[in-house]
């Protein structure tokens, strides 16, 4: 039976990914928490996380920027992976600002500002608010399944905004060397698009975008007309039903 790991994407949690996990119980699914682990580990790193063996052949489903980290996953070491399910993934082509990359001076000044933020306590204000417009805005539903003392905990962080600041940054590169992989194939691929709700806006460039990235990986699309971008909130089961495949 195939093992299977999430990738969330920037700036989410393990735990808000439990309604997958109850749909697929006879699935040994593990989540990677992004708060311990970086999604943009080396694999190795991800695979410790997971507490998947090594040899254990895996399946990968990312989320957002989480898909770039998977995507990187199955090109490099296609023989670890048996199938990939990419959920409204982060493009190739989203590589950000060459200056803004992890360690240059531009770069190091903006994880300067948002240490000072958090020294004086900003997250910790605002931070929940940073959460609950994620949500509303990222889903249809607009249902947190976080508690309220989980929402605290982790977005009140005093480093949780240097968090996502690294998260984003190490997106950019990663994109790169996933450009660079492309055309690729050979791990069966599915890819969930949304194109509902705040989706809605900019959905006819985004999906040509995602079919472009399929047939890069030779790889199946399913449109969720009734999802935003926070797939696994509003539709769980679509995920699933890629999963049992």
């Not at 489903?61 to 989480?66: N, P």
């Not at 998977?70 to 990939?84: C, G, H």
């Not at 940073?130 to 509303?136: E, G, I, N, W, Y």
């Not at 472009?212 to 009734?226: H, Q, R």
Request: net charge neutral.
């Amino acid at each position: 039976m195939t093992t299977w790991i999430v990738l969330p994407g920037m700036a989410e949690t393990a735990e808000e990914f439990d309604g997958l996990r109850s749909l697929l119980p006879d699935v040994e699914l593990h989540v990677i928490d992004p708060w311990q682990t970086p999604v943009n580990s080396d694999p190795d790193v991800l695979r410790a996380a997971a507490g998947a063996p090594s040899g254990v052949a895996i399946g990968l489903i990312g989320h957002s920027i989480g898909g770039l980290a998977a995507m990187r996953w199955a090109l490099t070491r296609p023989q670890e992976v048996a199938r990939l399910v990419l959920v409204d993934t982060t493009l190739p082509s989203e590589d950000g600002r060459r200056w803004l990359y992890p360690g240059t001076g531009a770069e190091r000044v903006v994880r300067a500002v948002l240490s000072f933020y958090g020294l004086v306590g900003l997250p910790r204000l605002v931070g929940p608010l940073v959460r609950r417009s994620m949500v509303r805005v990222g889903s249809v539903t607009k249902r947190d399944p976080l508690s309220k003392a989980t929402v605290c905990a982790r977005y009140g962080d005093s480093r949780s905004w240097q968090r996502f600041w690294a998260e984003l940054t190490s997106s950019w590169t990663t994109a790169r060397e996933v450009s660079k992989l492309l055309p690729a194939s050979g791990v069966p691929t599915r890819l969930l698009v949304a194109t509902g709700g705040s989706s809605r806006a900019g959905a006819d460039t985004w999906l040509a975008g995602q079919r472009e990235l399929a047939a890069a990986l030779s790889g199946t699309v399913d449109v969720l007309t009734d999802s935003a971008h926070l797939v696994h909130l509003d539709r769980p089961d679509a995920i699933a039903e890629a999963v049992r495949g």
